[in-house]
Nanobody, 127 residues
Framework: QVQLVESGGGLVQAGGSLRLSCAASGRTFASYTMGWFRQAAGKEREFVAAITWGGAYTYYADSVKGRFTISRDSAKNTVYLQMNSLKPEDTAVYYC????????????????????WGQGTQVTVSS
C-alpha cells in the first residue's frame, strides 16, 4: 500500500523557518518526481515545488523561489521542503505528492499529474 506521510508543520513567526518532511512507502519513489503543494483556506490547491526522480532538477512557484528549497534522500524515501523567510501568506496546509508516471516531470505544476497524496500538514505564519 502506497503511503505518504508529511511532518514538520507548525506555528512560526514571520521571517522564521520550518522544514517539512514527507516519508514515502509502498512504491519505488526514487523513480518518481515528487511535489509539494499547498492549500490555503478558501483557495484552490497550488503548486509549491517539485523535484525530479534523481534530484537533478527542481522547480518552484514564483511566490516561493529563493525562500524554499526542495530536496530528497532516496535512500530514506523522504522528500524535504526547507522553508525560510516565511510570510503570513505562506499559511496553508502543505501536501506532498508523487507524480503518476515514473521518470517523468510532465506538467509537474498540475495536481492532476500526481496520483498519491499525503494527508497534509498545517503551516501557520503569524505576522
Amino acid at each position: 500500500q502506497v503511503q505518504l506521510v508529511e511532518s514538520g508543520g507548525g506555528l512560526v513567526q514571520a521571517g522564521g523557518s520550518l522544514r517539512l518532511s514527507c516519508a514515502a512507502s509502498g512504491r519505488t519513489f526514487a523513480s518518481y518526481t515528487m511535489g509539494w503543494f499547498r492549500q490555503a483556506a478558501g483557495k484552490e490547491r497550488e503548486f509549491v515545488a517539485a523535484i525530479t526522480w534523481g534530484g537533478a532538477y527542481t522547480y518552484y512557484a514564483d511566490s516561493v523561489k529563493g525562500r524554499f528549497t526542495i530536496s530528497r534522500d532516496s535512500a530514506k524515501n523522504t522528500v524535504y521542503l526547507q522553508m525560510n523567510s516565511l510570510k503570513p501568506e505562506d499559511t496553508a496546509v502543505y501536501y506532498c505528492a508523487s507524480h503518476r508516471t515514473s521518470y517523468s516531470a510532465r506538467r509537474y505544476f498540475n495536481p492532476a499529474e500526481y496520483d498519491y497524496w499525503g494527508q497534509g500538514t498545517q503551516v501557520t505564519v503569524s505576522s
